[in-house]
């Protein structure tokens, strides 16, 4: 199975909001809610950011939301500050009983 | 607290062997699907396997089919990871995860992972 499909970079002034996008198909993204966000610093685990799409766990600010459209989901990070600079990885559930994560994207914050 | 500790990494050789171990406290293991995941250098996630509470359900990635095998010890609280026939691919850090507060079962939602043991093959 290829990774789920997520842009190389974005990047972002603080206070603003950004978007990150994951496409899947429908055996993946598209067929189950069952997406997770990852937050991830350099040298660091990641961190569970979002999961079954838009739940939030403890602890996670509320400026992070999660949603999808079809074989798409996405995050968005609204009022963005220095802390959210980080790599962000989506994965689904798949049809397969496996999971299947995106290649990642990096984020700069301005 | 949910503790995760990884440890077995290495050097190996190409067509080599190694097993992974991931020692777990501060939850009921036996109750807990466990999975692996890995990140090879400057690349994004990989997941790897997961196994259900009881070890009797067991799921792997095409990738590494047939060549890992993911096992439990829920007396010792310990996650194993089996891994032969060995290639410069399999070159990653290695995090043993477990679902997040209030879910036992699942590898789609990740909210506790290790931190990571380097696996390198190389000759």
């Known amino acids: 199975q290829s990774a789920l499909t997520q842009p190389a970079s974005v990047s972002g002034s603080p206070g603003q909001s950004i978007t990150i996008s994951c496409t899947g198909t429908i055996s993946d993204v598209g067929g189950y809610n069952y997406v997770s966000w990852y937050q991830q610093h350099p040298g660091k685990a990641p961190k569970l950011m979002i999961y079954?799409?838009?739940n939030r766990p403890s602890g996670v600010s509320n400026r992070f939301s999660g949603s999808k459209s079809g074989n798409t989901a996405s995050l968005t990070i609204s009022g963005l500050q220095a802390e959210d600079e980080a790599d962000y990885h989506c994965s689904s559930y798949t049809s397969s009983s496996t999971v299947l994560f995106g290649r990642g994207t990096k984020l700069t914050v301005l | 607290e949910v503790q995760l500790l990884e440890s077995g990494g290495g050097l190996v050789q190409p067509g080599g062997s190694l097993r992974l171990s991931c020692a777990a406290s501060g939850f009921t293991f036996s109750s807990s699907d466990m999975s692996w995941v890995r990140q090879a250098p400057g690349k994004g996630l990989e997941w790897v396997s997961a196994?259900?509470?009881?070890?009797?359900?067991?799921f792997y990635a095409d990738s590494v089919k047939g060549r890992f095998t993911i096992s439990r010890d829920n007396s010792k609280n310990t996650l194993y990871l089996q891994m032969n026939s060995l290639r410069a691919e399999d070159t990653a850090v290695y995090y043993c995860a477990k679902p997040p507060e209030g879910y036992n079962s699942g590898w789609s939602k990740l909210g506790y992972w290790g931190q990571g043991t380097l696996v390198t093959v190389s000759s």
């Open positions: 079954d799409v838009s």
């Open positions: 196994i259900s509470g009881s070890g009797g359900n067991t």
